[in-house]
């Protein structure tokens, strides 16, 4: 079995694992990212928010991000899945999926989350092309343009279609119960349609899409959906490592990334550093600061043995 050697490696090659290996990579550290691409936007036919490439496709940033990786011989991408971790006193040994080890000083964990969908037909072929969840991310491209949401609770569906309308969008709520009068009057001011039912499926528009419901109209055509959706960390490797979850179950980490096994770092959006929104900006500033936390930790242990 070939066994490749690094001072770290990078599970996860979204913005943050790519960033990771940047900064780790170009202070001539060894680095190895094994990525299984399915970073959580690639759905998404545009990506939006990210200063100097808001607009460009998913594909594009993760093809260009590559490429400026590519010049620095210190860093190896591979196109793979790591299935297991093993830790060692002085690093791990991680196990591809598609054979083959890597053995490092460090790991650092930049697995992302993974949506979870409802039980509605049309909803993942919808998923980033007519379905959205992040204002910051899709919002503005809507505006003036008419979109449903809903919630997994009415408060939910209001935040989110009050901080639609601020923006401009043409917003109708979708309620499964009745809305209290206080809240109806409160979104007829604002300007929110309110319509009551519940999806049942959806199916892709030439432009938007048909939302079914039940309980309400048979069905609304609309530019796009709005929905909070569910979602789980991936952390099962940092957990099959021995690294203590969040309740949230993301992986726990303390403002320099380092998980509570020794030789593991975490960042993005696995990891408990995750603040307000998640979004490519932010994931690649986390991806570069544990990168140089994990050199500063290589760093202090060559000075220790030299003492
Ligand atoms: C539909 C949609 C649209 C979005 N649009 C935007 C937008 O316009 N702008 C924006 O800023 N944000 C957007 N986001 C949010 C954005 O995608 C996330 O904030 C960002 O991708 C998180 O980065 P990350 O590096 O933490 O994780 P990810 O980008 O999810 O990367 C994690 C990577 O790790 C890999 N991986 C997981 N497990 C393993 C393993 N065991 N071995 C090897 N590889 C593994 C995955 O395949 C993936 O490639 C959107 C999200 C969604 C769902």
Not at 3 to 16: H, K, L, Q, Y
Not at 112 to 125: H, L, S
Not at 156 to 169: C, D, E, Q, T
Request: hydrophobic fraction near 40%; aromatic fraction near 4%; include cysteine.
């Amino acid at each position: 079995m070939p066994v490749i050697e690094a001072d770290a490696v990078v599970v996860g090659g979204g913005a943050t694992g790519l960033s990771a290996a940047l900064t780790l990579g170009r202070m001539g550290r060894e680095v190895v990212v094994v990525d299984a691409g399915a970073q959580q936007n690639r759905a998404a036919h545009t990506m939006h928010g990210y200063l100097t490439r808001d607009g460009v496709t998913p594909a594009d940033f993760y093809k260009m991000a590559r490429e400026e990786l590519a010049r620095y011989p210190t860093i190896t991408v591979l196109d793979g899945t790591v299935t297991d971790v093993a830790t060692r006193s002085d690093g791990i040994t991680a196990t591809l999926e598609e054979g083959g080890l890597v053995t490092s000083r460090r790991l650092v964990v930049a697995t992302g989350i993974a949506d979870r969908f409802p039980d509605v037909d049309g909803y993942a072929e919808e998923w980033g092309r007519s379905i959205f969840s992040c204002p910051y991310c899709h919002a503005w491209e809507l505006r003036g343009r008419r979109v449903a949401v809903t919630g997994t609770t009415p408060q939910m569906a209001i935040a989110r279609a009050v901080h639609l309308r601020g923006v401009g969008v043409d917003t109708v709520l979708l309620c499964k119960e009745d809305l209290a009068a206080q809240s109806r009057h409160a979104m007829e001011r604002l300007g929110i349609g309110v319509l009551p039912g519940e999806v049942t499926a959806v199916r892709g528009l030439p432009t938007g899409i048909r939302v079914a419901l039940s309980g309400g109209p048979d069905h609304v055509d609309v530019d796009g959906l709005f929905v909070v959706p569910g979602w789980e960390a991936r952390s099962g490797l940092a957990k099959v490592a021995g690294c203590e979850l969040a309740d949230d179950g993301r992986i726990r980490v303390d403002r320099y990334g380092r998980t509570t096994n020794r030789v593991i770092f975490a960042a993005g959006d696995v990891a408990s550093s995750y603040s307000v929104v998640s979004q490519v900006v932010r994931s690649a500033g986390d991806g570069s600061q544990v990168g140089a936390a994990v050199d500063q930790d290589l760093l202090l242990e060559a000075i220790r043995v030299m003492r």
